[in-house]
């Protein structure tokens, strides 16, 4: 079957680094997207990988490893405004996409 | 209008009403996607376009049905509203269906069937 598990909540410090990690399994491979969603509003696009290795993007960053069906995101230098649910998203083999429940992050001062 | 909108905001319903999601797009995307969004749940994907004038059913298509007249608007109706649709609906767009597609999201509708 086809499967995103990802830790459901995480805390973390303004300033410090967290990981948020990914575990995929799709009918076929077509890449594997983070998105990022603010209580009560949409998700917006963080990043997208389809080959092994790190993406950076600013503060963010993502791994994608497709041998172990595993990805994450790295978040560096927290800010309070990064408090979101980040939701991981596999695309499959009809080129949909199999999203994982979300990983709530709560940012403490 | 830029990107993408969704009507109405929020929306109370009695079950067994007929309710239409509105969703338009000004981006000239190709492909189109109607979610429901669940606490503890991922998005699922309800019905989908690839192109103007074809639909795909999703994960979760029962008691949902879809239409894509033109580009921009692709409405969502629930022909005979149950409680179990309570959720919040997303409509979505990419610039096409295959490969890489980052999907737009529109602001959400919160619908509630009492």
């Known amino acids: 079957g086809q499967n995103i598990d990802q830790p459901t909540e995480m805390t973390a410090t303004e300033g410090a680094i967290v990981q948020i990690n990914c575990t995929y399994q799709?009918?076929?491979?077509?890449?594997l997207f983070w998105y990022q969603q603010h209580a009560g509003e949409a998700p917006t696009f963080l990043s997208y990988?389809?080959l092994d290795g790190l993406e950076e993007k600013g503060r963010f960053s993502s791994f994608l490893s497709r041998s172990k069906g595993y990805s994450y995101l790295l978040l560096k230098e927290l800010q309070m405004k990064d408090s979101a649910s980040y939701l991981c998203?596999?695309?499959?083999?009809?080129?949909?996409?199999?999203w994982g429940a979300g990983t709530k992050l709560i940012i403490k001062p | 209008i830029a990107g993408i909108t969704q009507a109405p905001t929020s929306q109370i319903l009695a079950a067994g009403r007929r309710m239409t999601l509105r969703c338009t797009q000004d981006?000239?995307?190709?492909?189109m996607y109607w979610y429901r969004q669940d606490l503890g749940l991922g998005l699922r994907l309800i019905h989908y376009?690839?192109?103007?004038?074809?639909?795909g059913k999703g994960e979760v298509p029962d008691g949902y049905s879809v239409s894509r007249a033109n580009t921009d608007d692709f409405p969502l109706t629930l022909a005979s509203a149950v409680p179990s649709q309570t959720s919040v609906y997303f409509c979505?767009?990419?610039?096409?269906?295959?490969?890489?597609?980052?999907?737009?999201f529109g602001p959400g509708t919160r619908l509630t069937v009492l």
């Open positions: 979505a767009s990419s610039e096409n269906s295959g490969g890489y597609n980052e999907q737009f």
């Open positions: 981006m000239r995307h190709n492909a």
């Open positions: 376009s690839n192109t103007a004038g074809t639909t």
């Open positions: 799709t009918s076929g491979f077509n890449g």
């Open positions: 990988n389809v």
């Open positions: 998203a596999g695309g499959d083999s009809n080129y949909q996409l199999i």
